[in-house]
Structure formats: structure tokens, C-alpha cells
């Protein structure tokens, strides 16, 4: 069902000049939605029109398949369903202390204190500011008001999250934070719409993109459709995400081929069939090798080492190889012929469910269950997504080994036959374990995963 | 910045936790006694007892605290100046002669000038209190609790809020047009001009993006939206009598030394 609909939708500048033509645009429910565009491109006037900022000149824009009202009542409603995130936070936070601005909106919809105070202190959780409820904005960082700008929004329970330009001027850890809190909403149900001239980011985590062109609608469709059009890409001033013009290359140079690929995971894929067609890989040598020996091939912490053949071969490993060119313990080398199934032995993801900041968050969590748990699987990574994952992660002193892109990132480490553990908040399970399955049965390698309680 | 380190010291000294009501009371009391009175006594004896508060209790670094004080010293200064000279006419004390021009210095004329440099300096010491302890925005709540009208207590909530969004906006703009060169005292005055219609446009826009996202989130026209604030505690009730009975007592040393002057 799409969730919010514009048609026809042009939108003209007081001297005339037209910002938007005849734009048709749709988002379903629950889904993630870039509109990615050369600066000037629109991409903020069209999402003005989201939250009726702005009113077309032509055309509609259809909430729930109902038309847009623009009365008083209308817009409440309007406003209500559809929250707005700006780029510069300094343009949304305008109250003295955090708290006050996050009540901003609950007090405007003219809710009862208790509740206020509720959701007040749900959405700094939420985003991880509840220490700094009592500080003015310009005591935080860029980030940090980032946050609490979107705290203002989570705080008034809207259906949809329009944001402008979510990631811009923030440090790397500051976007993967922002990404973080966003993906969590998602997860719970949350329709979100953000414009990004950042290619990658649309690329990874959008499921529908809008490329934006001199107010025109240029092209709609999942990523891999967008970026499989390399020339329109180029025509709308934007560029390809790194690995996709990574693969291209390979590809222009017969090294690679097939579709383009979409995550690094993709990538990772396609790069690796054409070795295993060839019986070749690169290894590191762990003793000093010589042209045409035939070396062993182990996997040890993740990494393709050889072994001697001399010391009894058979229990260690059943994959053998050519040596090509000579080394010396510890370098690269290029093993060739290689006998004996190549792909490595996958190792175990296990999802360990964490309740979310509304059922109790980390409060709810017995910190010695979960060293316990740890101590019993003795996973060789860890991984934390979403808020009261992180903090659970934090106050048992583990040390988190992904915290950025943590399904591709223990997909990648698992593939490689490492064992990972994922402490995944809420909703985000579910997500873990689609995202696993989707890859088994696009992938060649299976990977088990398990949900430890 | 003065106001930056200000605005830091109101949010991180020793004081900063007690009730914001008792700080008002005590300040502003003091203050309007110290007023009233008509010798220099009372409002010399509520800057000692301002300046140990913000000294020993509130722990607040000297050298700030007297640099703030210079401002009300020199006015002081300058109003004792003035009235010895220019105040009273038939008690003088010393004359002598400038440029042929006889100077006469008074006795009512200095005990005036006295009781405004000391009213002056003692004035400012409590409001110091008051701005060195409370941070602004604790001190929205304590005009609230004291029935200022809710539009006002909105409107300097913004006003504070955007103060710091201007400043740092005018520390970038002075600081790109300080990268380009600024050479003679002329376009030293040019540029400033520039940067000020500058920053005055931007205040507009910003009044504008305001206004978007005020509407964004709901916004009615209907004041109170701002002045959220989880339960307000009672007022201790011992610290407050400690306050009413210290300023009873000023005000009885206020009667006592009533046209109690120095000379």
C-alpha cells in the first residue's frame, strides 16, 4: 500500500521559474525511500511538499489515498503522520534545554503531562541522549543535535520520517549512529523518505530510490536498476557508489563479471567466481615456499594460509595447490591448481534477540546471561545493532567488533568460516535472519544461523 | 567570549542544583533593599555577602568575577567623581583650582556619590549571583513560577536559544572577512557595516526556517509549547524561611543605619 502518493506535482518558484515538473512520486509502507539529485535539483522541495510546507501548484499529494486538506485541521493531521527532519539541526532545535525541545512537539498535540514525560524520555533513549536532557543545543556536537532532532520527531509517533540530507557534515561515526537509530525505526514500522547526495548510503539502504533531475522526475527503481544505468548516473551530475565503479573496472579488464553489484557483499561475490573457476587464490605463505611446491590450503582466523604438505597432510586440510611464484614466510603468494573443495567451511551467525527501550531496553537484561552466553559460544566476532543492543554490548565490557553495517559485516566474516555472535535489538532480528536467508539462496555458500534466548 | 564563559560557569559551578526560586528571592530581595536603603552601609554589606556566595559557595574563579566586576566599579567611580564635584552647596570640604576654574568638593556631594558607587557595585554583585549560579534556562522556569506572562517567557526562551546560533554565525563571518584583509581603519568600518547588514538578513531567514519548523512539529499559534518541565518539587520550606529571616534582618540594618553617612 503506498502510504503516501504525489501526482502530477509542480511546484513554482513567486517569479515563475518552475522547481518541480510534474512529478509523480510513491512510497509504500514501512519502506525506505532516497531521493538522491545534484544540489538544486528539488530534492528539498519536493520533500516540503510532504509535510504541506509548501503547497503545489499543480497536481496533489495523497496521504493514505486521501488528498491532502489544507486547514488547520488537515495540516495538524498532516504533521502529525509526517515528521520532518531538516538538515541543519540549529534550524529545528529551538528550545533552551533538550528536553524542552523534544516536548516541543507532545505539547503541541496537546497531550497530558505524564504522557509527555513518557515520550520524552523514550525518544532520548532512543536515540542515546537522555544524559544530556538537561543541556542547551549549543553544548552538543553536530551529531549530537542531529539526534536529538530526530528525538523531537520520534517523540510525536509520526507514521513517516521525511529527512533532509540525514547524513550531511557528520563525522563517519555520526552517520553510521544516525543510520542506526533510523534503521531501528524502520524495523519497528516506520515509513522513511530522506534526500542524500550520498550514493553509497542510497545504494546500501534504501529499497526504492528517485533520481532527481533540474525538477524532473530521471529515473525510479530498486538500487540495482538506478545504478545498473551507468550513463544516466553520469548525465544527472552524480557518480556511482565506490564499489560498483570498483566492480566496472574489473569488468572493463574481463576480470569480473555478470550484474553489477549492490552491497560489498555482492562484490565480494562476484570477484570471487571467476578464482574459484580457475582453481587459483592468493594465500599467505607461513613458511617459505618454492615454485611448483605443492602447499596445503587452511583457513586460520579468516585468513587462506598454506601448510606444508610434508607434515601428515591429510588431517589438516584436504585442499592442495601449486605454488607459482617463490616466497618467503609471510608474504603474498598466488597458489594455482588447486585440488579439493575451495570453498571454505562457512562458520554459525547466532542472533541473540535484546528487548527494545520500550519493553525495558537494557534494563531488562541480565548482564551474567550474556557473559554467559559469550563464554559459552566463543564467538570469534561480536556484533551490536541497534540502541539498547549497543548499550547492553557497552555494560558488560565486551568489545564490539562490528558495530557499522552489521549484517554484511558478519555475513562477510562468516562466509570466511568465522563464528559470529549479533546482539540485535527489537524488530531487528527478523531482519538479521531475512537478510541471511536472502543471501543463501542468492549465494552459492549457505550460512546456519541461530537464535540463542 | 565573556557571554560564552558566563553561560559555561552558570551550568557547571557548585550552586547550580539548588532551587532556582530560592536564588531569585535571595537576589532579587536583596537587590531592591539595597535600593531602598540611604547609606552606603546595607549595600556595602550585601557585596560582602554576594561576593563570598559567589566566591566560597558557588566556588567561581576570582579573576572572572572581578573582571565582571570592573564595568559597575568604573560607573561607581565616576558617579562619586561627579558628585563630589557637581553635588550640595554649602558644606565644603576642599577646593582647589584648574585652569582658573575652581573646583569645590562637598560633603553631601561625596556622601551621594558614595551611596550611588556603592549602590551601584552592590546591585550588580547580586545579579551577578544570580547570572554566575543560574543557568538561563532554569531561570525560564523561575519566571514562570513567578507568573510572568507565558508569550514573554516563549519569546526570550527563542531569543536565548538563538543568540548562540547568531554568534557563532558572526564568529564565521568576522573571521572570513578577517582571512580576505582587512587593511586600513576605513574598510575595517566598511566591513563591519557589511557584516552587519549580513548577519541582519540571516536573522530573517532564520526567523523564517523557525517559523517552518515550529509549523513542522504542530505549532499553533498557542503559547506553552515550550515551558515543558517534569513536576516541579517543592520549595524546601527551611531553606526559604533562612532567606526570609536574612533579608528581615537586612532590612532592619537598613532602618538602623537610615542617613548613616561616612563623613
Not at chain 1, 527489537?426 to 544461523?449: A, C, P, T
Request: hydrophobic share 45%.
Amino acid at each position: 500500500m503506498n502510504i503516501i502518493e504525489a501526482q502530477n506535482l509542480t511546484y513554482k518558484y513567486p517569479d515563475g521559474t518552475k522547481a518541480l515538473d510534474d512529478i509523480d512520486f510513491s512510497v509504500e509502507k514501512g519502506s525506505i525511500t532516497a531521493i538522491i539529485g545534484q544540489n538544486g535539483a528539488g530534492k528539498s522541495t519536493l520533500l516540503l511538499h510532504l509535510n504541506a510546507t509548501l503547497r503545489p501548484a499543480n497536481g496533489a499529494v495523497y496521504l493514505e489515498n486521501k488528498p491532502f486538506a489544507y486547514d488547520n485541521k488537515g495540516l495538524h493531521l498532516i504533521r502529525r503522520k509526517v515528521a520532518m527532519v531538516f538538515q541543519n539541526p540549529d534550524d529545528q532545535l529551538l528550545a533552551p534545554t533538550v528536553r524542552q525541545d523534544v516536548a516541543f512537539g507532545p505539547k503541541n498535540l496537546k497531550l497530558a503531562d505524564a504522557q509527555i514525560k513518557q515520550r520524552v524520555d523514550e525518544a532520548l533513549r532512543l536515540v542515546g541522549m537522555e544524559a544530556y536532557a538537561d543541556k542547551p543545543p549549543h553544548f552538543l556536537s553536530g551529531g549530537q543535535k542531529k539526534r536529538v532532532a530526530i528525538a523531537g520527531v520520534i517523540a510525536m509517533k509520526p507514521e513517516i520520517m521525511v529527512l533532509d540530507e540525514p547524513t550531511a557534515g557528520l563525522d563517519p561515526q555520526g552517520c553510521t549512529e544516525i543510520i542506526d537509530i533510523l534503521d531501528e525505526l524502520n524495523a519497528e514500522g516506520k515509513t522513511i523518505i530522506f534526500s542524500t547526495h550520498d550514493v553509497d548510503l542510497a545504494a546500501k539502504w534504501a529499497n526504492n530510490i528517485y533520481v532527481l533531475h533540474e525538477g524532473r522526475i530521471k529515473r525510479h527503481g530498486s538500487p540495482s536498476q538506478i545504478f545498473a544505468d551507468h550513463t544516466m548516473i553520469s548525465e544527472t551530475g552524480l557518480k556511482l557508489p565506490g564499489f560498483v565503479q570498483t566492480f566496472r573496472e574489473l569488468k572493463l579488464r574481463g576480470i569480473s563479471g555478470g550484474e553489477s553489484p549492490l552491497t560489498m557483499l555482492n562484490f565480494v561475490e562476484s570477484v570471487s567466481k571467476p578464482f574459484d573457476v580457475l582453481k587459483v587464490r592468493c594465500a599467505i605463505a607461513s613458511t617459505d615456499v618454492y615454485s611448483g611446491e605443492t602447499v596445503g590450503l587452511v583457513m586460520k582466523n579468516g585468513t587462506l594460509c598454506t601448510t606444508r604438505v610434508d607434515d601428515d597432510p591429510k588431517s589438516v586440510t584436504s585442499v592442495f595447490g601449486t605454488v607459482i611464484f617463490e616466497a618467503r614466510a609471510g608474504e603474498d603468494i598466488v597458489v594455482g591448481e588447486i585440488t579439493g573443495i575451495l570453498s571454505p567451511k562457512t562458520g554459525v551467525i547466532h542472533i541473540v534477540p535484546i528487548p527494545r527501550v520500550i519493553e525495558g531496553g537494557s534494563r531488562a537484561v541480565d548482564l551474567g546471561t550474556i557473559c554467559r552466553i559469550i563464554a559459552g559460544q566463543s564467538p570469534d566476532k561480536i556484533g551490536a545493532m541497534g540502541t539498547s543492543a549497543k548499550v547492553v554490548v557497552k555494560k558488560a565490557g565486551i568489545k564490539c567488533d562490528f558495530e557499522v553495517d552489521v549484517i554484511q559485516s558478519s555475513i562477510l566474516a562468516a562466509l570466511r568460516g568465522l563464528n559470529v555472535m549479533v546482539f540485535a535489538t527489537g524488530g531487528m532480528v527478523d531482519r538479521v535472519i531475512q537478510k541471511i536467508e536472502s543471501n543463501n539462496k542468492q549465494g552459492g555458500q549457505h550460512i546456519k544461523y541461530l537464535r540463542v534466548s | 567570549m565573556i557571554h560564552q564563559t558566563i553561560d559555561i560557569i552558570a551550568h557547571t559551578n557548585r550552586l547550580r542544583h539548588i532551587d532556582t526560586r530560592l536564588k531569585v528571592i535571595f537576589a532579587v530581595t536583596t537587590l531592591l533593599i539595597t535600593i531602598a536603603s540611604t547609606s552606603p552601609i546595607p549595600p556595602l554589606l550585601a557585596f560582602v555577602i554576594a561576593t563570598i556566595l559567589i566566591l566560597f559557595a558557588a566556588k567561581i574563579n576570582p579573576g572572572t568575577y572581578f573582571f565582571l566586576l570592573l564595568t559597575p566599579l568604573f560607573f561607581g567611580l565616576v558617579s562619586l567623581l561627579m558628585m563630589s564635584l557637581f553635588f550640595g552647596y554649602d558644606s565644603p570640604l576642599y577646593s582647589f583650582e584648574i585652569l582658573s576654574h575652581t573646583f569645590v568638593l562637598q560633603k553631601e556631594g561625596i556622601n551621594m556619590g558614595l551611596l550611588l558607587g556603592t549602590r551601584t557595585v552592590a546591585g550588580s554583585a547580586c545579579l551577578f549571583f544570580l547570572a554566575l549560579t543560574t543557568p538561563m534556562t532554569e531561570l525560564f522556569t523561575g519566571l514562570k513560577w513567578l507568573r510572568i506572562p507565558d508569550v514573554v517567557i516563549e519569546l526570550a526562551m527563542i531569543i536565548y536559544r538563538y543568540i548562540f546560533v547568531f554568534l557563532e554565525e558572526a564568529q564565521r563571518m568576522w573571521l572570513a572577512s578577517r582571512m580576505r584583509g582587512e587593511t586600513d581603519f576605513r574598510t575595517k568600518i566598511e566591513v563591519f557595516s557589511m557584516l552587519a547588514s549580513t548577519l541582519f538578513l540571516r536573522t530573517i531567514h532564520q526567523g523564517e526556517k523557525l517559523f517552518v519548523a515550529m509549523n513542522s512539529r504542530c505549532y499553533d499559534g498557542e503559547t506553552n509549547s515550550l515551558c515543558y518541565r517534569e513536576k516541579n518539587p517543592g520549595i524546601n520550606i527551611t531553606s526559604l524561611f533562612a532567606i526570609l529571616l536574612f533579608e528581615f534582618a537586612f532590612i532592619y540594618v537598613t532602618i538602623k543605619t537610615q542617613n548613616m553617612a561616612f563623613i
